[in-house]
């Protein structure tokens, strides 16, 4: 078998999707790991609560002789990880997720939910954790258009808000994994009271889809929300501009980013910028 640089973490990752939840355990330590560390069998396994011959296993399906051979290859691969190389990966990886955004747009979708925005009285935009942080970027980028909106990353707040919400209201709820519980909870109480529901999540799963009124799906990679290396925002901040950027074609709203944006760069009575 040939080998060349990072073939064993492209191996690991282009595998994921078929591994079993011990092998995912396996799979997501030699992903994240970074350091040269005591890797035989035996640590492993009690490292990861695994049993040695899991890990033989585990090596076997991707295509080594075995476990030792598998970590041959694996500790050349990690002592190559300089700085320049580090900085690549995060690159890379960013670029990754943009392509996989570029690829998932849909433009009639897009359109829909700008409309949904126009007829709307309220918007209201949940987000948990990192998600609230998107959140709140959502809010200040179409507050500027004149959108009446608002990020909501309170759990108490969520659940008020939503009880609130009538028929003129579109609840924008920001989940990664689609199964945060106050966003599910939050957005379930807006739907009972008519409120029109969008998703923005990576969960193309049916049940999100069969009460949300769209589903905005987003790429993600594995423990990308844990925000390790690569900011868990980034690829719901790419589909918000996109939104941002259909939105902003309506002419009415238009003028209003206009009118912001003037009033920014106003001048006092003595010329100082303010």
């Known amino acids: 078998m040939e080998y060349s640089d990072n073939t064993v973490l492209k191996n690991l990752k282009s595998r994921y999707d078929k591994f079993t939840n011990v092998e995912r355990t396996i799979a997501n330590f030699f992903i994240n790991n970074r350091e040269i560390q005591k890797l035989s069998s035996k640590a492993v396994s009690e490292k990861l609560f695994v049993s040695e011959a899991s890990l033989s296993r585990f090596a076997k399906k991707c295509g080594y002789k075995g476990f030792r051979e598998f970590i041959f290859e694996y500790e050349k691969n990690i002592s190559k990880y300089n700085r320049e190389e580090i900085s690549n990966l995060v690159i890379n990886t960013y670029q990754d997720l943009l392509d996989s955004c570029h690829m998932m747009i849909n433009q009639n979708q897009m359109k829909e939910v700008a409309h949904l925005l126009t007829t709307s009285k309220r918007v209201c935009v949940f987000g948990m954790g990192s998600s609230g942080i998107a959140a709140e970027e959502v809010h200040l980028r179409f507050m500027r258009l004149g959108l009446n909106i608002e990020a909501v990353y309170d759990s108490h707040r969520i659940k008020m808000l939503s009880s609130l919400a009538n028929e003129e209201s579109v609840i924008i709820a920001i989940s990664l994994s689609g199964t945060t519980k106050e966003i599910l909870q939050g957005i379930g109480i807006a739907k009972a009271n008519g409120a029109k529901i969008i998703m923005i999540t990576s969960n193309n799963s049916f049940h999100l889809s069969s009460f949300c009124d769209e589903v905005i799906l987003i790429p993600t990679i594995n423990a990308l929300e844990a925000g390790d290396c690569i900011s868990p ?13 259909y939105f902003i074609k309506i002419e009415s709203y238009y003028q209003k980013k206009v009118n912001t944006l003037n009033a920014l760069f106003k001048y006092d ?4 910028l303010i």
């Not at 925002?233 to 950027?245: C, E, G, H």
């Not at 009575?269 to 100082?272: F, G, L, V």
């Open 233 to 245: 925002q980034f690829p719901i901040l790419v589909m918000i501009d996109i939104l941002y950027t």
């Open 269 to 272: 009575e003595e010329n100082i």
